[in-house]
Nanobody, 125 residues
Framework: QVHVAESGGGLVQPGDSVRLSCQLSGRTIRGSAMAWFRQSPGKEQEFVAAIRESSGQKYYADSVKGRFTVSKDNAENMMYLQMNSLKPEDTATYYC??????????????????WGQGTQVTVSP
């Protein structure tokens, strides 16, 4: 059974950096498509970043491009989201998601079957 668990959130100030981690179990991350989504109160889940299982090609939402970096460690079965130059509008619960193969509709949350419980990131002065 596939299980994902996020960690690394917290309260930070604008301009700070945070790294989120996602531990995948039940399947190798080498063979898994992985993604980060986020959700703020009253808003729908928003795509943040994704990484393909075979090529490792990375995709980003325009709102985070140049500030966030997604990566994975195949040996540790971990995915990371390095978030730099954080802004108050980045405040959200961040979720890790996985699927067994890539989809062109990667930006749509309902296309990802397995999710973590989320980790809160709050960016505030």
């Amino acid at each position: 059974q596939v299980h994902v668990a996020e960690s690394g959130g917290g309260l930070v100030q604008p301009g700070d950096s945070v790294r989120l981690s996602c531990q995948l179990s039940g399947r190798t991350i080498r063979g898994s498509a992985m993604a980060w989504f986020r959700q703020s109160p009253g808003k729908e889940q928003e795509f943040v970043a994704a990484i393909r299982e075979s090529s490792g090609q990375k995709y980003y939402a325009d709102s985070v491009k140049g500030r966030f970096t997604v990566s994975k460690d195949n040996a540790e079965n971990m995915m990371y989201l390095q978030m730099n130059s954080l802004k108050p509008e980045d405040t959200a619960t961040y979720y890790c998601a996985t699927r067994s193969y890539w989809t062109v509709a990667y930006g749509t949350a309902r296309n990802w079957p397995d999710w973590g419980q989320g980790t809160q990131v709050t960016v505030s002065p």
